[in-house]
């Protein structure tokens, strides 16, 4: 949809805005994410990183996820390297959106997971989509990457849409006390792989 230059804190990319439409008319959804892309992509497998929008983390530093620490981690990795991609997915909530994610924080509160607090709310686990994200790779030209994730699911949902995850790069970062007991969640229930702990 649009590309501009991107200066950032650390470093100089490049922003590209992209728009899909998925499913028929009545199930039609509109999905939107940015690719923040640094230096030669195209050469080897690039580092890459599919981050999906956490208003509360992100913007806001809550310390009940690892969400804004994981995102500043791949852009300095990125920095670093001098090249890759960041691909910012609005999928809120794991895609139940933002005001469902506060309810599950309510019920949180009250002493259930994020897991049980979605099943309690009548949602799934996990509602997000990797396809915008493999067409975005391919639209600048990436077919292998070095996927920056701790989720074995984003490394299959790359692989089934013609993407070669070439290595899997943990994206770990020292939690806060507060998020303890969400990362244990997201390891034992969600299959999340973390290399300490």
Known sequence: MASADFPTRWGRFRIYGFRAEFGSDSSRRVEEAV??????????????RIHSQ????DVFHSLRCDCRQQLE???????DQGAGILIYEQQEGRGIGLMAKLQA???QDAGLDTVEANERLGFKNDYRD????????KS?????????????????????????????VPCEVTPSPHAEEYLRTKKEKLGHLFTSG
């Open 140 to 168: 600048l030209g990436v077919s292998r990457v070095r996927l920056l994730s701790n989720n074995p699911d984003k490394v299959a949902a790359l692989e089934s849409a013609g993407v070669t995850v070439v290595e899997r």
């Open 35 to 48: 690719a923040l892309v640094m230096g030669d992509v195209t050469s080897e497998a690039p580092l890459v």
């Open 73 to 79: 981690l791949s852009l300095s990795m990125i920095a």
């Open 54 to 57: 956490c208003l509360t983390g």
């Open 130 to 137: 990797f396809t915008l994200p493999a067409g975005i790779l």
């Open 105 to 107: 924080y309510e019920l």
